[in-house]
T-cell receptor, first 111, second 112 residues
Framework: TQLLEQSPQFLSIQEGENLTVYCNSS?????LQWYRQEPGEGPVLLVT?????EVKKLKRLTFQFGDARKDSSLHITAAQPGDTGLYLC???????????FGKGTKLSVKP | NAGVTQTPEFQVLKTGQSMTLQCAQDMNHEYMSWYRQDPGMGLRLIHY???????DQGEVPNGYNVSRSTTEDFPLRLLSAAPSQTSVYFCASRGRANQPQHFGDGTRLSIL
């Protein structure tokens, strides 16, 4: 299993602040997915990045895939309490494309 | 849209008891999987199935059995529950390998 390291593990910020969370690996991966999980629910896919250097935007969320396809970041602009949750990155592994997850970043946005 | 449905939502067991966690999907997805989520450990793959009659082990399969008799259902069985199996269990399904994975809302299992 090729690990995904996510940082920071926890992040507590005030509404309106900006933040960036990271997902890193020692190996190259063909694509990376970002999920958000709210308390009491299952993870929900936010975005898939495929091409090195790719940038995708989802409203106030900006996702970037590193040029070498070993790392990815998620930047949130002007965070809101509704952004609170666990942010997980995941990569596909093996011939069946099983998803392997990082341990996640737990974000708390206080009003 | 039902998507992926997991039952029960909560369960408390005593050590040594057996139980089956149910998972059903109505999206005609061939691929289904079970994960457990523990604090500080993220989501870890227990078992998966690429179609009816086909199952395989994931990262942490010990203590769990699965079967896939239909496309829709993928139950997870604990034959003799242990306190180390206290966790939140998620079932997921997807279509082709490059398609997103859909998760249920989880079963919160406590083993005393």
């Amino acid at each position: 299993t090729q690990l995904l390291e996510q940082s920071p593990q926890f992040l507590s910020i005030q509404e309106g602040e900006n933040l960036t969370v990271y997902c890193n690996s020692s190996s190259v991966f063909s694509s990376l997915q970002w999920y958000r999980q709210e308390p009491g629910e299952g993870p929900v896919l936010l975005v898939t990045v495929v091409t090195g250097g790719e940038v995708k935007k989802l409203k106030r969320l900006t996702f970037q895939f590193g040029d070498a396809r070993k790392d990815s970041s998620l930047h949130i602009t002007a965070a809101q309490p509704g952004d609170t949750g666990l942010y997980l990155c995941a990569r596909r592994q093996g011939s069946q494309g099983n998803l392997i997850f990082g341990k996640g970043t737990k974000l708390s946005v206080k009003p | 849209n039902a998507g992926v449905t997991q039952t029960p939502e909560f369960q408390v067991l005593k050590t040594g008891q057996s139980m089956t966690l149910q998972c059903a999907q109505d999206m005609n997805h061939e691929y289904m999987s079970w994960y457990r989520q523990d604090p500080g450990m993220g989501l870890r793959l227990i078992h998966y199935s690429v179609g009816a009659g086909i199952t395989d082990q994931g990262e942490v399969p010990n203590g769990y059995n699965v079967s896939r008799s239909t496309t829709e259902d993928f139950p997870l069985r604990l034959l003799s529950a242990a306190p180390s199996q206290t966790s939140v269990y998620f079932c997921a399904s997807r279509g082709r390998a490059n398609q997103p994975q859909h998760f249920g809302d989880g079963t919160r299992l406590s083993i005393l």
